[in-house]
């Protein structure tokens, strides 16, 4: 077993190799626009995992699949030529599924922006259903709010008195 970091520094450079030679190198014209976005090295680093994107329709991106396929020696080699590691690791290409994931994603979005535009544009004339406040608040009566007047009156003297250090100085030693 290798040490991991070894491993990811291996992808980088394998990643690095294969696209400068699929750019200089591999002259086959069914390679379309093709991207290489990672690869991955197993721990052993005997396999290589390359992935990679091509920009077109599905007819380009099969071709390019195969354009990959038949150039993985020569791939291969450079690899081992430009790395001089003892054994180089086997090829495999993947296409990356990435870039289909994002259009999904920012189509989504796209959708809630338009639901969020149309549920600000019913919302605008809206008045509520009931009251403002919907909470209920106690009925109060005329008599009753002049007597609790007066008592909270009394309640609050009696708040102040109750904090030991406002009180007298002979209600504070009987403390």
Same mark, same amino acid.
């Given at each position: 077993?290798?040490?991991?970091?070894? *491993?990811?520094?291996?992808? #980088?450079? !394998?990643?690095?190799? /294969? $696209?400068?030679?699929?750019?200089?190198? !591999?002259?086959?014209?069914?390679?379309?626009? /093709? =991207? !290489?976005?990672? $690869? &991955?090295?197993? +721990?052993?680093l005997r396999e290589?995992?390359?992935?990679?994107?091509?920009?077109?329709? @599905?007819?380009?991106?099969?071709? +390019?699949?195969?354009?990959?396929?038949?150039?993985?020696?020569?791939?291969? +080699? =450079?690899?081992?030529?430009?790395?001089? !590691?003892?054994? /180089?690791?086997?090829? =495999?290409? #993947?296409?990356?599924?990435? @870039?289909?994931?994002?259009?999904?994603?920012? %189509?989504?979005?796209? &959708? #809630? &922006?338009?639901?969020?535009?149309?549920?600000?544009r019913n919302r %605008?004339?809206?008045?509520?259903?009931?009251?403002?406040?919907?909470?209920?608040?106690?009925? /109060?009566?005329?008599?009753?709010?002049?007597?609790? *007047?007066?008592?909270?009156?009394?309640?609050?003297?009696?708040? %102040?008195?109750?904090?030991? *250090?406002?009180?007298? =100085? $002979?209600?504070? +030693?009987? $403390?």
């Amino acid at each position: 077993m290798a040490d991991p970091a070894r *491993a990811r520094r291996l992808a #980088v450079r !394998i990643r690095q190799i /294969v $696209s400068a030679t699929i750019e200089t190198q !591999i002259k086959d014209p069914r390679l379309g626009m /093709v =991207t !290489i976005t990672d $690869s &991955r090295v197993t +721990s052993d680093l005997r396999e290589a995992t390359v992935f990679y994107t091509v920009y077109g329709d @599905p007819l380009q991106v099969e071709e +390019s699949a195969r354009a990959l396929a038949s150039a993985t020696g020569v791939l291969r +080699s =450079t690899v081992g030529k430009q790395t001089g !590691i003892k054994f /180089v690791p086997t090829l =495999t290409f #993947v296409a990356d599924a990435v @870039p289909d994931t994002a259009r999904e994603l920012e %189509e989504a979005l796209e &959708r #809630v &922006r338009h639901a969020d535009a149309e549920l600000a544009r019913n919302r %605008e004339g809206a008045q509520y259903a009931g009251d403002a406040d919907p909470y209920r608040k106690p009925a /109060v009566d005329e008599d009753q709010l002049e007597d609790g *007047a007066e008592e909270l009156d009394e309640d609050d003297d009696a708040a %102040e008195l109750t904090d030991p *250090a406002d009180a007298p =100085t $002979s209600e504070r +030693s009987a $403390s």
